[in-house]
T-cell receptor, first 116, second 113 residues
Framework: DTAVSQTPKYLVTQMGNDKSIKCEQNLGHDTMYWYKQDSKKFLKIMFSYNNKELIINETVPNRFSPKSPDKAHLNLHINSLELGDSAVYFC???????????????FGPGTRLTVL | RKEVEQDPGPFNVPEGATVAFNCTYSNSASQSFFWYRQDCRKEPKLLMSVYSSGNEDGRFTAQLNRASQYISLLIRDSKLSDSATYLCVVNGGMDTGRRALTFGSGTRLQVQP
């Protein structure tokens, strides 16, 4: 009955490889997000999709490409992985935004990516 | 200046103590405010939203001071299970590109028996 799920939970890979992380939410939310939490524990927004449309695209290398096949799924593909990509990646979802307010976001369990 | 600033702690307190965390934010257009809790190696989870009038949920009280751009969280009668990192979270206001949440780096609380 997991509300926001991510796979895989752990990902260990070599530099230069391409990998994908999948995210699914069963909350019926319109908006999904990808966050990166680095070793200093800062959580930073990377992307946000609203009903399959990209609405937030922070300064992220173009090796990172999100894809939303439908509003319940938001996947993250990373090309040519680098050592600095090692972090925990969290997917989240929310009902959306109303005016200037942001609804509560619900987070997935995270994917711990280690690049060797 | 960081968008959301918190004292990283750690705050080491005995069970039953009252502890307060503060947070300042830089974007005066922010309209949504939250406290999230993150346990070690887990995802952040909403603790409570913060409203202008202040709000309470059991042992937890949150306050917002828009004039000073300051948010606080008070925990009364601390339990061992309150040990976690507390994240102050704000949104970016009306601008479309900033409706995402901005997280502080968190304040670590350790409640000791």
């Amino acid at each position: 009955d997991t509300a926001v799920s991510q796979t895989p939970k752990y990902l260990v890979t070599q530099m230069g490889n391409d990998k994908s992380i999948k995210c699914e939410q069963n909350l019926g939310h319109d908006t999904m997000y990808w966050y990166k939490q680095d070793s200093k524990k800062f959580l930073k927004i990377m992307f946000s999709y609203n009903n399959k449309e990209l609405i937030i695209n922070e300064t992220v290398p173009n090796r990172f490409s999100p894809k939303s096949p439908d509003k319940a799924h938001l996947n993250l593909h990373i090309n040519s992985l680098e050592l600095g990509d090692s972090a925990v990646y969290f997917c989240a979802s929310s009902q959306g935004t109303r005016g200037g307010r942001t609804d509560t976001q619900y987070f997935g369990p995270g994917t711990r990516l280690t690049v060797l | 200046r960081k968008e959301v600033e918190q004292d990283p702690g750690p705050f080491n307190v005995p069970e039953g103590a009252t502890v307060a965390f503060n947070c300042t934010y830089s974007n005066s257009a922010s309209q949504s405010f939250f406290w999230y809790r993150q346990d070690c190696r887990k995802e952040p989870k909403l603790l409570m939203s913060v409203y202008s009038s202040g709000n309470e949920d059991g042992r937890f009280t949150a306050q917002l001071n828009r004039a000073s751009q300051y948010i606080s969280l008070l925990i009364r009668d601390s339990k061992l299970s309150d040990s976690a990192t507390y994240l102050c979270v704000v949104n970016g206001g009306m601008d479309t590109g900033r409706r995402a949440l901005t997280f502080g780096s968190g304040t670590r609380l350790q409640v000791q028996p």
